[in-house]
Each structure stands twice: as C-alpha cells, then as structure tokens.
C-alpha cells in the first residue's frame, strides 16, 4: 500500500512540475496577436460643444502632421494616421511596452451636425484640435480637413 500511495505522490509531483514549466513557458511568450497580427489602436480624446462649435482634441504624441488625416461629415469626426516605430527592425527585449504604435483610427460620433466644409484641425505638441461649427440649413455633408501645424506658445 505504502508502494501505491509514493509512486501517486511522484506521479502527482511530476504533473505539478510539467503544470509549472508551462505556465512560465507562457507568461514569457508574447501572444501571437502581438506579433503577427497588424493592430489599429485608438487616440485619446476629449469632445465638448460651444453655443457655436464642437471641439474634439485627440492626443497623438509622436505622429509628424503630415501621417494624420481628418475627414468630417455632418455626424461624424474620422480621425486617422500612423505613429512610427523609432529604431524599427532593430533587436530590443522590452520589459514594458505601452506605447500604441503604427496605424491608428478614431471615428467620433457628434452630438450634433456640423458644416464639414468650415471644420479647422490644427496640430500643436502633439495634441490635434478639431473645430467644427454647428451646421446650419446650408452645412456641406462631407470633407476633407486641412490640418495646419502651430509652434508652441502661439494661439
């Protein structure tokens, strides 16, 4: 009986080893999503309306202006661009990695319809700033928005 009940326990014993072994073998890997998979991840955002406007400001640290484009519609914001991967095809062991990069999209539902053609974008330390005027009988359905780059300290 003493027999039966050790070679359980070694029996038993291995199984915890191998359980071990292979949940330290998975909590070292990345997942493959992160490796294979292409992600789009999404901006931070703030949206708030005026008596005239509605502003949204988008944080997008670390994206040159020209990677980003803005198309507005009477509902609807589409925010959308890429931030590099600096040193890119370089070998790195990361032990926090945070930072969303490469495509990115963000499409804002708005409280109320704006005039497409008069929304401004502009683009300042990394913050983009979207200022769209309510719509009035005459609001355009669709665009394109132009975004100018503004140095620091200037408003």
């Known amino acids: 009986m003493t027999a039966t009940r050790r070679e359980w326990m070694s029996?038993?014993?291995?199984?915890?080893?191998?359980?071990?072994?292979?949940?330290?073998?998975?909590?070292?890997?990345?997942?493959?999503?992160?490796?294979?998979a292409k992600r789009v991840w999404e901006p931070a955002i703030d949206v708030y309306e005026t008596a005239e406007e509605v502003v949204i400001?988008?944080?997008i640290a670390g994206v040159e202006a020209e990677a980003v484009e803005v198309i507005a519609d009477r509902d609807t914001i589409l925010i959308r661009g890429h931030r590099p991967n600096p040193g890119e095809g370089t070998r790195r062991t990361y032990y926090r990695m945070e930072?969303?990069?490469?495509?990115?999209?963000?499409?804002?539902?708005?409280?109320?319809?704006?005039?497409?053609e008069r929304t401004q974008a502009t683009y300042d330390n990394g913050m983009l700033e979207i200022v769209a005027p309510k719509a009035g009988r005459q609001g355009t359905a669709k665009a394109t928005v132009r975004i100018l780059q503004r140095r620091s300290g200037q408003r």
């Open 57 to 59: 400001i988008a944080e």
């Open 11 to 36: 029996e038993l014993t291995f199984l915890h080893q191998e359980m071990e072994r292979l949940l330290r073998h998975y909590a070292g890997a990345k997942p493959p999503m992160v490796q294979f």
């Open 99 to 116: 930072i969303d990069r490469g495509p990115f999209e963000r499409a804002v539902s708005l409280p109320v319809e704006i005039d497409a």
